[in-house]
């Protein structure tokens, strides 16, 4: 079992940034793999940023220009440092996390809450 929290969502006008965290807590082996989805409405869940604990990071398409992930192994913790946003980045962004990366691409990984990420003037 793995718990995720995440924090950081919020408003942000266009060209903006902003930061998410997701801290997990829970069998490590659990969440050797974390990471990023985001669903807008209407949309299918869509792959942000994925990062195992040894720092191996895989985007999704057209994520990489923009956004960035990186973890704290310390803390437990996954960061999503987003810039220059768009109102397309509108969605709520999910943390996920599990034994591995193909496991999350399968979306078959835990789940946080989900934090809304709102762009707009």
């Known amino acids: 079992q793995v718990q995720l929290v995440e924090s950081g969502g919020g408003l942000v006008q266009p060209g903006g940034s902003l930061r998410l965290s997701c801290a997990a807590s829970?069998?490590?082996?659990?969440?050797?793999?974390m990471g990023w989805y985001r669903q807008a409405p209407g949309k299918q869940r869509e792959l942000v940023a994925l990062?195992?604990?040894?720092?191996?990071?895989h985007y999704g398409d057209s994520m990489k220009d923009r956004f960035t992930i990186s973890r704290d192994n310390v803390k437990n913790t996954i960061y999503l440092q987003m810039h220059s946003l768009k109102p397309e980045d509108t969605a709520v962004y999910y943390c996920?996390?599990?034994?591995?990366?193909?496991?999350?691409?399968?979306?078959?990984?835990?789940w946080g809450q989900g934090t809304q990420v709102t762009v707009s003037s």
């Open positions: 996920t996390a599990g034994p591995s990366v193909l496991l999350l691409l399968k979306l078959s990984g835990s």
């Open positions: 990062i195992t604990g040894g720092g191996s990071t």
């Open positions: 829970g069998s490590r082996f659990n969440f050797n793999a």
